[in-house]
C-alpha cells in the first residue's frame, strides 16, 4: 500500500524512507522529525500548541518542551540546507505555538519517480530519425510493371529497409545509453549527499547487552551519563548533540561524531571484568578521537563522569564555562553510590507512568535519607511527587507533606538557577489552573536549558 507524500515549498517528504529531497539535495531524518514535519502538513497555516504537538506526534509520552524546541530547530535547519538560509518554513507565533508557513501539496508515493524521469532524454529521437526514411521510402519511384528491370529494381525496397532498421536500432542504442547515464548520475548524487557530515553534530548511541552483573543500574548510570552529555553540551558548547541512548534504529547521520557507550565483559589479569567502553569517532576519516574504559564501581561513579567530561574538553577543543561546571557540581555527593541509583530514577521519571513514578519518588527517598546533602536529588523528589498529585489527587496527609517539600526547596542555595525548579512551579500552577504563570515559568526553565 503506498503511503501518502507530500510536497513542502520545494521539499519532498517521503515518510516512508524518512527522507526529504529536492534538486541535487536528499536528507534522511530522524523518524520523530518525520512524523512531527507530516503532522505540520497535515494542519498548513494553523498555529500548533506545544500541548497539541506533545498529544499527537509524542502520543502522550510525557517530555518537556525543551525536546519540542530542539526538534523543530532540528526540522527548521533541515529545511533550509542548501536553500535559502532566510527562507521560513514554520514560524513561531508568540505564546501560542508554531505554523507552517510553506505551501503543502500532496501527491502519489511514486511521483518523485516521474520526476525524475522527466530529466531523461525524450524518446522522440527514433522518431525524429525515422520520418526521413519513411519519406525516403515513400518517395522511391516505382515504375510500370512492365518496365522495371526483375534483377536490379527489386533491391531497392530491400536497401531503404535495411537502412530504416540500421536508423531504428542506432537511435534506441543512444536512447538506452541516456537512460543508463542518467540513472547512474542520480545515484551518485545520493550517495554523495548521505556522505555530507556536520563536523559540530555529535550522536550520543548506548550498546546495549546483558553481559554483565548489576545490569540494570549499569545500564541507567550508562544512558544517564548519554543523557547528562547531551543536555550541556547543548546548553553550554557550540556543539549539536542529539541522545540516541533509547533509539534502536541504525540509519546514516549526517553528525559528524558518534560517541558509544557500552559495557565490555572482558579478561582482565586472571579474572573476567566487566567495563564501560566510552569511544568517540570522527565519521569523516573514522578515526578514534577518544577511546576510554572504566571499571564501575561503587566509589568511583563521580571520578568517572569527571574524567569523562575533562576528555571530552580536550579532545573537542572544547573548554567549559562556569556555568557548566556549576551543573556538574550539582552531582556531587558523598555517598557515590546515590549517582548510579539517581539515574535510575530519572529513568523512571520518563515512563512516566503511575507505577514508574511511583518507584522513582522510592529510589529518591531512600538517596535523601542516605545523603541530606544532595539537594539536586531533592529537586527531582519534589518534581516526582507534583508529578503524581497531577495524575492522582493527594490526600490531606499527602498535600501537607508536599507543601512542605515546596518550603524546603526554595530554601535550597541557588536552586534558582536550576531548570528543574522551575519545572516544579510550572506542574504546580497547570494543576491549579493559572495558565499565565504556568508559561512564565516554563520560559525560565527552557531559558536555562538553551
Known sequence: MQQPVV???????????????????????????????????????EVLSRDNIIDHVWMRTIVTNHVVTQSISELRKSLRDGGDSNAEYIVTVPKRGYKLTAPVIWCEENSDEIDNSSTSPPPPIAATNAEPTEG????????????????????????????????????????????????????????????????????????????????????????????????????????????????????????????????????????????????????????????????????????????????????????????MREQLALFRTPQNTALMRFYEARQLILSGDAQALGKASDILNGIIKETPDFNYAYEYKVLVDVLRQSQQPFDKEQVAALNEEFKKIDQIPGVEKTSVYYKIKTVDLLGKGDIDAAYEEINKSIELEM
Open 136 to 323: 525516403v521510402t515513400a518517395a522511391t519511384p516505382v515504375p510500370p510493371a512492365s518496365l522495371q528491370t526483375p534483377t536490379k529494381k527489386a533491391k531497392k525496397p530491400r536497401i531503404a529497409a535495411f537502412w530504416t532498421w540500421v536508423m531504428f536500432l542506432l537511435s534506441l542504442a543512444t536512447l538506452v545509453v541516456f537512460i543508463v547515464m542518467s540513472v547512474v548520475d542520480h545515484n551518485a548524487a545520493v550517495t554523495k549527499t548521505r556522505l555530507l557530515l556536520n563536523p559540530r553534530d555529535i550522536d550520543v548511541r548506548f550498546e546495549g547487552g546483558n553481559s554483565c552483573n548489576n545490569w540494570v543500574s549499569q545500564e541507567s548510570y550508562a544512558i544517564g551519563l548519554g543523557g547528562l552529555i547531551t543536555d550541556l553540551l547543548n546548553t553550554y558548547s557550540t556543539f549539536m548533540v542529539h541522545d540516541k541512548t533509547n533509539y534502536r534504529v541504525n540509519e546514516p547521520s549526517s553528525s559528524g561524531k558518534t560517541l558509544t557507550i557500552q559495557f565490555v565483559n572482558q579478561r582482565h589479569y586472571r579474572a573476567q571484568q566487566c567495563f564501560m567502553s566510552v569511544v568517540l569517532i570522527d565519521n569523516a576519516d573514522g578515526s578514534t578521537m577518544l577511546d576510554k574504559r572504566y571499571f564501575v564501581t561503587n566509589t568511583n561513579q563521580l571520578s568517572i563522569q569527571d574524567d569523562l567530561f575533562n576528555s571530552l574538553s580536550f579532545v573537542l577543543t572544547q573548554p567549559w564555562p562556569n556555568r
Open 7 to 45: 510536497r513542502i515549498g520545494e521539499w519532498l517528504v517521503t515518510p516512508s524512507v524518512n527522507q526529504i529531497s529536492r534538486q541535487g539535495r536528499q536528507i534522511t531524518l530522524e523518524p520523530r522529525l518525520i512524523d512531527l514535519l507530516m503532522y505540520f502538513a497535515h494542519h498548513p497555516d
